[in-house]
């Protein structure tokens, strides 16, 4: 009988594991914040604009690639968010420090 509730014991405890572990994924994956490396990450964006915030304690230059000729750069404090124009059809993907 205790190999049996060791079993069950370990089993249990798997399961949690695994399920906190999902609920984490789902959690950021809900976000639809994939984390970028680098201070910059693209955290909004709509037609004509994207929206780049600067996770670091300082100022970056930072763009977005896009299909096509990427934005010019622009200069983002510490901290802050910047908002950089895209053209008609411009679908941003990622943001990255320039």
Sequence with gaps: MTRLRSLFATAAAVALITGAAAAGTASAAEAGQPREPGCAHLVGSGPGWADIYNECGYTIFASV?????????????????????LEPGDVPYYAYEC
């Design 65 to 85: 690639e896009v299909d096509g000729f990427d934005p010019s750069c622009i200069q983002i404090g510490p901290g802050a968010i910047g908002t950089i124009g």
